[in-house]
Every structure is written in C-alpha cells, then in structure tokens.
C-alpha cells in the first residue's frame, strides 16, 4: 500500500479549531486531541446518533462549553474524526513500508501497518462505515485520498517491472484496498478467542495467504509487454 502524506492544514501538521478556523496553540492541541481521542472510544461504541457531546466530553475530561472552542457540532467532531483517523492509518502504512526494495516488499510492509493499525483502532470500521450515511463526502475523501496515493505507487511500479504492466492502476488500487479493508474486518474486527476478546493482531497464517494472493495477483507475467491504459 502506498498512500499521500498531504492535503489539509492538519496533515501538513498544523491543526486548526473546526469552530474559529485559527491554529490551535500547543495547549490547544492537546485540548483537541484528548476530545478526538474520546470521540473515537465513544463513536465506536455507542454509534453516531447514539453518541452525545456531552459522553464525549465526559469521557475526555473537559467541560461542555470548552468543546465548542474546536468543533461546532457532533457532525464536525465525527467528520475531524474520519480526517484524523484516515492521517493516522495512512501515516502507519507509509513508515512501515518506508525502505522497502521492491513493490512486493512494500506491500507486505504497508498491510501490515495497516492491520497494526486497524487492530489497535477498531473504531476506524464503525466510524467509517457511519460516514456513508453521516456525512457521505467524507466516505469518499477517506478512500480517495488512500487510493490516490496507491495508484501512484502502482504505476511507478509498473514502470520499473516489479508489477505486471498490464495491471489497470486504478483498478487495482481499489481492488487491494477493499481486499485488505474485508480481511481485517473478519480477522480482526470479528475474531474473537475463547473470552471474547478481540486479537491484538492478524493471525500470521491468514497474513501469509493474503500475500501470496497479491503476490500473484501483481507479479509480472512472463511473456506481456505494454502498460495498462
């Protein structure tokens, strides 16, 4: 998987207030964080239209009218969410796959810093599959800006051998990801062991079958020349 590092003020490291639209101050953004941070505990378990402004601050220790220094509703805090939680799964899967040596090499590395990442943040299914109804424009920048990154690094590939050329890039970007995005939802998301828990990461085995899988599915086939149009 490869994936853009940019696009808003927040990725580029600069966090503003969803309410004023001014940078936030250090102390401000640790302010913002804490409410992110309960927001996606508080999503993930109770729902959108279940959840309350007034749960997530509780949950983040800070009072109701301090909320309304950085979003201006539910929705914007559920929609910088989706930002936030899009930043960091995209940030996991490019430093795992930084120094990688060839494009198989580097999507081993990304999926698995995809589902380090999904482990750790279950929400990231619930509060994405919500955006469909919640806020749809969302959805749609959460998978765009995943696959604009993968498409690129397909077609640099592509042009180097280390993916069958006649591979359609956009296709397949969208192909791997819903392929990683469903296995994790049933390795991950609903495993559960003897005790109900949840496994803190994807079994090696079911890992090891996903990669000969698009190991095959990229690798160059002998014979065909050309690039997909």
């Not at 508080?42 to 402004?53: D, K, L, M, P, R």
């Not at 591979?167 to 062991?193: C, N, S």
């Amino acid at each position: 998987m490869s994936t853009p590092e940019v696009g808003t003020a927040e990725d580029a490291g600069t966090p503003v207030s969803s309410a004023t639209g001014r940078p936030l101050t250090k102390r401000g953004e640790a302010t913002r964080r804490r409410l992110l941070e309960a927001a996606e505990t508080v999503f993930a378990a109770q729902g959108y239209h279940e959840a309350s402004i007034v749960r997530i601050t509780e949950r983040a220790g800070i009072g109701l009218g301090t909320f309304y220094l950085y979003f201006d509703s539910k929705q914007s805090i559920f929609e910088a969410l989706v930002i936030d939680l899009n930043r960091r799964v995209r940030h996991s899967m490019s430093e795992a796959m930084a120094g990688a040596s060839s494009r198989l090499e580097a999507e081993r590395a990304g999926f698995a810093g995809f589902f380090r990442f999904t482990a750790a943040h279950p929400a990231l299914y619930r509060v994405v599959r919500e955006a469909e109804f919640v806020s749809p424009e969302m959805l749609r920048l959460h998978y765009t800006r995943i696959v604009e990154g993968y498409e690129a690094g397909l077609r640099a590939a592509q042009q180097v051998g280390d993916v069958d050329r006649m591979l359609d890039p956009t296709v397949t970007a969208w192909a791997l990801m819903g392929t990683g995005e469903l296995v994790g939802m049933r390795f991950l998301l609903w495993e559960r062991d003897a005790d109900g828990r949840p496994p803190a990461e994807l079994d090696a085995e079911v890992f090891d079958g996903l990669m000969r899988f698009i190991d095959n599915a990229l690798a160059p086939r002998a014979g065909r020349e050309g690039t997909a149009s």
